[in-house]
């Protein structure tokens, strides 16, 4: 089993009181949950910084009318198998299309696959949601 170990964290009366304001709507029980949070999201940042092997999730919105869009959009996707564990397609309506992608493997190829499709004329939206294998947190 794993020791739990408690510290104290000093720190101005109001940036407290907006800390638990913020807390609340997010709806978490305590503070000690929410802190643990902070710093898993934090390492996670750091690993994505550290060029360590890392999970995520890349959704892209595009309208497939878009002349050639769908074909490079595939050709792009190969060259990047290797990473793209999986992907979704969803279509939206007459026009639209989402995708899903999930991904792992290092940051930089990662981001490489973003900064591409990021660049295709006709994409409406692209996110990438930055998460972690879970090796390294607890
Ligand atoms: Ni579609």
């Not at 550290?50 to 190969?78: C, F, M, P, W």
């Not at 007459?94 to 999930?102: P, R």
Request: aromatic residues 6%; positive net charge.
């Amino acid at each position: 089993m794993k020791k739990i170990v408690r510290f104290g964290v000093s720190m101005d009366e109001g940036l407290i009181e907006r800390f638990d304001r913020s807390i609340k709507e997010k709806s978490y029980e305590n503070r000690s949950e929410a802190i643990r949070d902070l710093i898993r999201k934090e390492l996670v940042e750091e690993e994505w910084s550290l060029a360590k092997e890392i999970a995520g999730g890349i959704t892209i919105v595009y309208d497939h009318h878009q002349r050639q869009l769908a074909n490079r959009l595939l050709s792009i996707q190969h060259d990047f198998h290797d990473l793209i564990v999986c992907c979704q397609h969803v279509h939206l309506d007459h026009h639209n299309c989402l995708e899903v992608m999930v991904v792992k493997g290092k940051p930089e190829g990662v981001r490489e696959l973003f900064n591409k499709l990021r660049a295709l004329k006709g994409v409406r939206h692209i996110g990438l949601v930055k998460s972690t294998t879970g090796r390294e947190l607890v």
